[in-house]
């Protein structure tokens, strides 16, 4: 029986990080394509969904204009011209930060903690896809995609990670075992956080 020879279009063979590149594009792709589903019904973009969720998220702790484009990867205009788009439609508010009453920290109002649940809800789909794997599957996944996120930092492509790996308080065990130092205890797989309060870059 005689193989069907590749075609111009198709996957290399072997080319295992590229074809692990081209998911994670294609899953990247997925998720924004059901977020911008969300920002059209509401008039929105998708950059100004990412700062609802984001404000919705808790972190940064002191959300700032600068701050908030920093954890997004947008130039402070970009996400200041977006911000104000939100407080029109009376989705975010301001208020003068504690240490700095020229600088403003935003939050989101009522109407903005709705929508933002909104967004999140939408990525059910992926959830329930990822539910279908198996806890050790999941487990593995996870420790893969946070590595994956640290070796994205460590060559600047992502600034802003809050990920256990990329955390000065992470570190190994002697038995092989994700440990934080902050919280002195090991971590199990399903206790690696992609999104913690607490990290702090390796790099401070």
């Not at 059910?124 to 420790?143: G, I």
């Not at 809050?162 to 919280?183: E, I, K, P, Y």
Request: glycine share 4%; hydrophobic share 40%.
């Amino acid at each position: 029986m005689t193989s069907t020879p590749l075609t111009a279009d198709a996957d290399p063979p072997g080319e295992v990080p590229s074809k692990i590149v081209a998911a994670i594009d294609r899953l990247s792709r997925a998720r924004r394509l059901h977020r911008q589903a969300v920002a059209s019904a509401h008039g929105l973009t998708v950059l100004q969904i990412e700062l609802l969720t984001t404000l919705s998220s808790g972190v940064p702790a002191e959300p700032s204009v600068a701050a908030l484009a920093r954890e997004i990867g947008v130039t402070a205009p970009t996400a200041s011209d977006s911000l104000r788009v939100l407080g029109d439609k009376g989705l975010v508010s301001h208020r003068p930060a504690e240490n700095d009453r020229h600088r403003k920290v935003m939050s989101l109002t009522a109407d903005g903690a709705r929508l933002a649940a909104e967004a999140e809800r939408s990525d059910h789909a992926a959830r329930e896809a990822v539910a279908r794997l198996d806890s050790t599957e999941q487990d593995t996944t996870l420790a893969s995609l946070l590595d994956i996120i640290a070796g994205f930092v460590d060559v600047g492509v992502i600034d802003v990670a809050r990920t256990c790996t990329t955390c000065r308080f992470h570190q190994m065990s002697s038995a092989g075992n994700d440990h934080c130092t902050l919280l002195q205890a090991d971590l199990a797989p399903a206790d690696l956080r992609v999104n913690c309060p607490e990290h702090v870059p390796t790099s401070a």
